[in-house]
């Protein structure tokens, strides 16, 4: 396959940005070789500038619910942008939006919009510090949510309860007020409470991991940490920044029943424009300047664009809940035509997926938690990578990534998905 301008971009771009990209994921890293530099999108393909074509299926990591360029979103941005770009000043689609938000998702009954999930998070989590006047919070290994200091944070040895950072740049003191729990074992949440009584603000969570690859909750765990947050007075707050209008309208927290006390969302809710999002109960969410004492505030926070890219997206999913049923029947024949490649390879490779977040992980155990993930083998995950690029398929480059199948994959790009997973298991096993 010839990428030769992305390799020539790609050394160009390393002399101006670290690493040559913006985000450090995008970089292969972890697979290995030149990241190809995309062009365009259009429904389910992306084109690299050297005219490759692909079936995509990082979706800018999540946003592309309804594949690259849905006229519903374009039509919405065009006629925004001729309006001006943004105002810094409070406009009816805002209030539009955070409506909306708040129908589609009950435990929603305040909302602020912020640019990414990382300021979403970050600003739930100070804001369930505010309404506490607890400091300590507990995540779990293996997921993220977003840069924020206090989540860059990774279990301390057996005998540390709290954590110990994973960059350069955290402070120990940032370090000290993170503790870490294991995904799917209420036990080990418990154990932390009672080590730090009456200390933690808040636990957050993704429902649903995808950045551990996707991994789902087992066996009532997310009822289970309700329910000790309810009795401990623990502000249970779920990162819904991948989950959110992804698993159905109301997220994971509609799938499984279990009602947070704050929620974060980014990714759909921007339409492909940056935006996040952090709202939920009201006490709480009326902690938040200027209502309340909590700071919080961002220049392009609400602009716009992204509120009107953003809110074609949610009033599209409002008016059709049917493409839920279209991403379900995507995502099961993705999955069951993936199920019987490798048992034909006579392979015990473990496919996660929930709704249409999968991850095909080269473990031979099932993976339920962090521990159950890194046993995978991330090299032949690099080789296997590129076997599919070379075929024309674009799943995530680093094994502990979730891919999304969109609303607009078609049965002709899933059977060259299927069998180019056949081609690519045998070409690396
Ligand atoms: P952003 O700041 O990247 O918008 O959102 C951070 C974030 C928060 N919470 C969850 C559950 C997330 O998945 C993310 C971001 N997801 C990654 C994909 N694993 C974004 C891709 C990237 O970092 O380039």
């Known amino acids: 396959m010839n990428i030769k301008k992305s390799e020539q971009l790609f050394e160009q771009a390393k002399k101006f940005i670290p690493g040559g990209v913006n985000s450090p994921v995008r970089a292969f890293k972890s697979v290995g070789g030149n990241p190809v530099f995309m062009a365009r999108g259009n429904g389910s393909k992306m084109y690299d500038v050297d005219g490759n074509e692909y079936i995509d299926y990082i979706g800018s990591w999540g946003p592309h619910l309804f594949g690259h360029n849905p006229s519903f979103i374009i039509d919405a941005l065009k006629h925004a942008i001729d309006n001006g770009t943004s105002f810094g000043a409070p406009t009816e689609i805002e209030v539009k939006m955070a409506q909306l938000i708040t129908e589609l998702v009950p435990s929603i009954e305040m909302v602020r919009m912020v640019n990414s999930g990382t300021e979403a998070t970050m600003s739930a989590i100070r804001a369930a510090r505010g309404y506490t006047g607890k400091e300590k919070i507990i995540k779990f290994e293996g997921c993220y949510h977003g840069h924020g200091d206090f989540f860059l944070i990774k279990a301390g040895s057996g005998a540390l309860t709290f954590g110990v950072p994973t960059s350069p740049g955290v402070t120990k003191g940032n370090a000290a007020d993170t503790l870490v729990a294991d995904f799917n074992n209420i036990e080990s949440v418990k154990k932390i409470i009672e080590q730090n009584k009456n200390e933690i603000a808040a636990v957050i969570i993704e429902p649903v991991v995808g950045n551990m690859g996707t991994v789902a909750p087992q066996n009532n765990f997310l009822t289970e940490l309700r329910n000790v947050c309810s009795e401990e007075k623990i502000v249970l707050i779920f990162d819904e920044v991948m989950t959110g209008f992804r698993l159905s309208k109301g997220g994971a927290q509609e799938l499984y029943g279990v009602k947070p006390d704050l929620s974060t969302f980014g990714k759909i809710i921007g339409g492909g424009l940056p935006v996040g999002a952090y709202g939920g109960k009201k006490e709480i969410m009326e902690m938040v300047s200027p209502s309340g004492p909590v700071y919080q505030a961002g220049t392009l926070s609400g ?127």
């Open 303 to 429: 602009n716009p664009l992204a509120m009107n890219a953003g809110f074609a997206a949610l009033a599209y999913i409002k008016n059709h809940p049917e493409v839920y049923q279209t991403l379900e029947e995507n995502s099961v024949y993705l999955e069951n035509g993936f199920k019987d490649g490798i048992k034909s390879l006579g392979k015990k490779f473990q496919l996660n997926r929930v709704g249409s977040m999968m991850t095909l992980f080269f473990a031979e155990e099932t993976v339920t938690d962090y521990n159950s993930a890194v046993k995978s083998d991330t090299k032949l995950y690099g080789k296997y990578f590129h076997e599919m690029l070379n075929r024309g398929i674009y799943f995530p480059p680093a094994q502990f990534e979730a891919l999304f199948v969109s609303t607009v994959h078609t049965k002709e790009d899933l059977d060259k998905t299927i069998s180019a997973n056949y081609e690519a298991l045998k070409a690396v096993l």
